[in-house]
């Protein structure tokens, strides 16, 4: 069964790079130089890129000496979902309680919560 490429109208490299990230991107490769079947040269390679919501999400191993404890790590530690209307990423509490701060979008909850 062949892939076939399609393209969505609409869609710019933003767009791109926020899927690409939000689903993580992982590259495998194995390079080897053989000579009458003796292996000479042999090079594994392993390159992922992903937010780090992502990361965490999958359980993806960081370089020792990654300071984790960062602004982007604890937010990438808060629960999200995307947005049933913009399909942004909010975290799960605030798209409840208040709806989705891109597109105003407010769930049946934050309606019934007098203001």
């Known amino acids: 069964m062949a892939v076939e490429p399609n393209r969505e109208e609409g869609k710019s490299l933003a767009d791109v790079i926020d899927r ?3 689903k993580g991107l992982v590259i495998n490769a194995d390079i080897m130089v053989s000579v009458a079947g003796v292996e000479l040269l042999g090079v594994k390679i392993r390159a992922a890129l992903a937010s780090f919501e ?16 960062t602004a982007a790590w604890e937010e990438a530690q808060v ?10 990423r909010v975290p799960v509490e605030e798209l409840i309680t ?3 701060p891109w597109c105003g979008w ?8 007098p203001t």
Do not use: H, M
Not at 54 to 69: Q, V
């Open 54 to 69: 992502t990361a965490a999400k999958y359980g993806l191993e960081f370089p020792s000496g990654t300071n984790l404890e």
């Open 98 to 100: 208040e709806g989705c």
């Open 79 to 88: 629960a999200k979902e995307s947005c049933p209307q913009c399909e942004k």
């Open 106 to 113: 407010i769930s049946a909850k934050a309606r019934q919560i």
């Open 20 to 22: 690409v990230l939000d």
